[in-house]
């Protein structure tokens, strides 16, 4: 059974950070590109950030660079985002979500990704 599940999100004070976890079974997560993808009430779902496979080159959406952070920790099968200086327009659900096999390449198009787990809440206020 293959299953991505997020943990990490809460409620945060503007300015302060997060570390969110995306734990992979049934699957090898160090042999896909992964993403990060966010959600907010009446929104489209945007990608935030991406980590290609092998050398774990990543690449981040404009309105994150510089904030965001995204890794591998491949013994553990798990994938981590840290959001760092978060804003209140952060406020998200957020989900991590696995590209084919044959896909080599990073994008932060949703429809590039076939694979994706539930969500954690990101919410960023006073």
């Known amino acids: 059974q293959v299953q991505l599940v997020e943990s990490g999100g809460g409620l945060v004070q503007p300015g302060g950070s997060l570390r969110l976890s995306c734990a992979a079974s049934g699957f090898t997560l160090g042999r896909h590109v992964i993403g990060w993808f966010r959600q907010a009430p009446g929104k489209e779902r945007e990608g935030v950030s991406c980590i290609s496979r092998s050398d774990g080159w990543t690449y981040h959406a404009d309105s994150v660079k510089g904030r965001f952070t995204m890794s591998r920790d491949n013994e553990k099968n798990t994938v981590y985002l840290q959001m760092n200086s978060l804003k209140p327009e952060d406020t998200a659900v957020y989900y991590c979500?696995?590209?084919?096999?044959?896909?080599?390449?990073?994008?932060?198009?949703?429809?590039?990704?076939?694979?994706w787990g539930q969500g954690t809440q990101v919410t960023v206020s006073s």
């Open positions: 979500a696995s590209r084919p096999l044959y896909s080599d390449y990073c994008t932060l198009s949703p429809d590039g990704f076939h694979y």
